[in-house]
């Protein structure tokens, strides 16, 4: 489905050589170097750039490229599509950051696929930035994330409100303190998520809001994977912010303790389900909603039973 002459121009912008784009695509090199003059024929642009022995994409090419991939990914969701309708099956894409992926959100989506078993469901874990820039693309065909995506092709509903909180090893002297103030938490080994994080943006805007900033804190560490933070808080190398919905099990547990923090504001945030404006399928995101309600309702009630 998807035009040679892009596929062409896609392996040439991705490994940077003609002769090996030749040999990519089992074509000659004349053969390629006429795909891409046919493609700057069609628009009216010079697409590379020889500088030295390095071959650049020109302005004008790097517009093409944004173009171009969301092409290539309209030409494979096509296939997949028609692939699935074979089959009579219905494919989604759908992203999430590592915190949604540490709640019941999986859970929620398995049972969605119980309830539609002509479904299946692929899992793409990234960064807001990745999410996003999927979702432009068309490579994805939802996403449940913190906050939404403030962009004209997207549209978001919001699934729930979200808390963080600073969790802290039961061994750490401030797992016994009924609160901490920011003070406080200067003197504490921070492992936090990325700065592009929807979590760590979430603590940063609270640092802000108490007139704080990030700089005057000791980061020990920076990773993304929530399920490796807790477990070194849990070894008690340090403490952190996430999700609190994302460290239940180890909060009723006994595994992790969270410590009120002293602020004007609360840490909070929107968990939102994002999706391309052009996403066909609006009955599938309000019945995620659903089954992610009944499942939140399911949850609190336990916790009711376990309090009595």
């Given amino acids: 489905m998807m035009d040679l002459k892009i596929k062409t121009f896609l392996t040439i912008a ?33 697409i590379f750039n020889k500088i030295g022995s390095e071959l650049k994409l ?18 494979e969701i096509a296939h997949q599509a028609l692939a699935d309708s074979r089959k009579n099956l219905k494919c989604y894409s759908i992203g999430m950051t590592p915190t949604a992926e540490e709640n019941m959100i999986p859970e929620v989506l398995g049972q969605y696929c119980l309830q539609n078993k002509s479904t299946k469901i692929r899992i793409v874990t990234g960064t807001i930035d ?4 999927q979702l432009i693309d068309y490579g994805l065909d939802l996403a449940i994330i913190g906050n939404p995506l403030w962009d004209k092709d997207l549209g978001s509903i919001v ?18 303190m009924n609160e901490i103030t920011l003070s406080d938490l200067q003197n504490e080994n921070l492992i ?17 809001s108490n007139q704080e900033c990030i700089g005057n804190f000791h980061i020990m560490m920076e990773l993304d994977n929530v399920t490796t933070i807790k477990d070194l808080v849990m070894r008690n190398l340090g403490v952190s912010i996430i999700s609190n919905s994302a460290c ?42 659903a089954i992610y309600n009944k499942l939140k309702d399911e949850e609190k009630s336990e916790e009711a039973h376990f309090s009595d």
Wanted: charged letters at 25%; proline letters at 3%; hydrophobic letters at 40%.
């Fill in 58 to 75: 020109s302005e004008q090419g790097e517009i093409l490229l944004k173009y171009s991939r969301k092409v290539a990914a309209i030409s």
């Fill in 159 to 176: 699934l729930d409100q979200d808390h963080l909180c600073l969790i802290a090893s039961p061994a750490n002297p401030i797992a016994k």
């Fill in 248 to 289: 239940t099990a180890e909060l009723t547990k006994g595994k992790l303790v969270a410590v009120k923090l002293a602020g004007k504001t609360e840490m909070t945030r929107s968990l939102c389900i994002v999706f391309c404006k052009t996403f066909s399928h609006p009955e599938a995101i309000e019945e995620i909603r």
């Fill in 192 to 208: 936090l998520r990325s700065s592009t994080a929807s979590t760590r943006q979430v603590f940063e805007a609270y640092l802000r």
């Fill in 14 to 46: 991705d490994v940077k050589s003609f002769t090996k784009a030749a040999d990519i695509l089992c074509l000659t090199q004349p053969a390629v170097s006429h795909q891409i003059k046919l493609l700057e024929e069609e628009f009216g642009i010079k």
């Fill in 130 to 133: 990745e999410i996003r820039q």
